[in-house]
């Protein structure tokens, strides 16, 4: 029985909805052909803030990549693994320390806070920073005297 994945259409937007690029890149794979690897969480952690969690156990900070391109996050990871591995014999391998690159489309005023490595963990900050001028802004208005005047 095939299995199709949703994961994608479900949480690969950051900040908007956009239903086109979403079923555009639900069945897109990346270079790996494995689009659930590594395994990621997106967090709402404020009104305006974001966090990108994703689980890299065994890859270094020399190792990955998180880059902004046209409005896509790209996070990738370059494992040289496979060197260090024909060294050994496993009996299991349940550690993936395969290649990666992991796309999320993220929506306008999306800015890339931080990124940062801990316990096998990589945390990426986002926030959405709306300029000035395109909130929305509350106009006054005023009873001028004059126009009365002449209404009557």
Do not use: W
Request: proline share 4%; net charge negative.
């Amino acid at each position: 029985m095939t299995r199709v994945d949703l994961t994608p259409f479900y949480c690969s937007a950051i900040g908007f909805d956009r239903m086109a690029n979403l079923v555009d890149n639900l069945f897109h794979t990346t270079e790996t052909g494995n689009t659930n690897f590594p395994p990621y969480n997106i967090e709402k952690i404020g009104d305006e803030d974001y966090r990108i969690t994703m689980a890299v156990a065994g890859f270094a900070e020399a190792d990955l990549d998180v880059t902004i391109h046209e409005g896509t996050l790209i996070v990738t990871g370059h494992a040289n693994q496979e060197t260090i591995d024909e060294e050994k014999m496993f009996l299991y391998r349940g550690i993936a320390g395969r290649q990666f690159e992991r796309r999320f489309q993220l929506a306008d005023f999306i800015e890339i806070k931080s990124a940062s490595l801990k316990n096998g963990l990589l945390h990426i900050d986002l926030k959405r920073e709306v300029p000035e001028k395109m909130k929305p802004r509350k106009i006054n208005i005023i009873n001028h005297p004059t126009l009365e005047k002449n209404i009557h």
